[in-house]
């Protein structure tokens, strides 16, 4: 079976926004904020797929939104916001959840996210020097620098990529992919 490829040059979304003030709330009865907490389980919870990923830093397992309130709780704010990035309104739901903890030389290797709908990434922690986020096709080429709280949200089908980090604090994200649930 002969299969053609063309460049098809089409714009894809890519949405940000900083819900720092939205995660920074305390919880009643909580010793720590969403913020805070979500920091603190992906350094305690540490490398779990051993970079066996496109991410070569420590990284959590897929499923964090299954096992970790805080996890889910950031992933329903994130479909909240998502829902409101097309025209139709289909059900969406979080497929994969991690974290992944970035130290000096650590990087993610370019990849996309298809064939899930949104993918996105939440910075809890992203010190003065961090790597961007690269989109490589785009013209010219997007790196999104992060500031703790934000946000970025965009279509699975956009290839990216984390260089290799050159500040010495750790550079702590969550990311996520959203599927559209069947009916």
């Known amino acids: 079976m002969k299969v053609n490829y063309y460049d098809f040059g089409m714009r894809l979304p890519v949405y940000d926004t900083n819900i720092l003030n939205i995660t920074n709330v305390m919880e009643k009865d909580a010793d720590f904020t969403l913020h805070e907490n979500l920091a603190r389980i992906i350094l305690e919870t540490g490398d779990e797929m051993n970079q ?16 970790h309130t805080g996890f889910k709780q950031l992933s329903d704010i994130v479909i909240g916001i998502a829902s409101h990035l097309t025209k139709h309104k289909p059900p969406l739901y979080t497929s994969e959840c991690w974290g992944a903890v970035y130290g000096e030389s650590d990087e993610t290797k370019e990849h996309n996210h298809w064939p899930y709908l949104w993918s996105w990434c939440y910075y809890v922690k ?4 961090s790597s961007p986020l690269v989109f490589p096709e785009t013209k010219p080429i997007m790196c999104f620098e992060p500031n703790e709280g934000d946000l970025i949200i965009f279509s699975s089908l956009a290839r990216h990529s984390v260089p290799p980090c050159k500040c010495k604090e750790k550079r702590i994200m969550i ?9």
Not at 52 to 67: C, G, L, Y
Not at 126 to 129: I, R
């Open 126 to 129: 992203a010190p003065e020097g």
């Open 52 to 67: 066996s990923t496109n991410v070569k830093a420590d990284m959590t397992n897929w499923t964090m939104h299954k096992t």
């Open 175 to 183: 990311a996520g992919n959203i599927g559209v649930q069947q009916i």
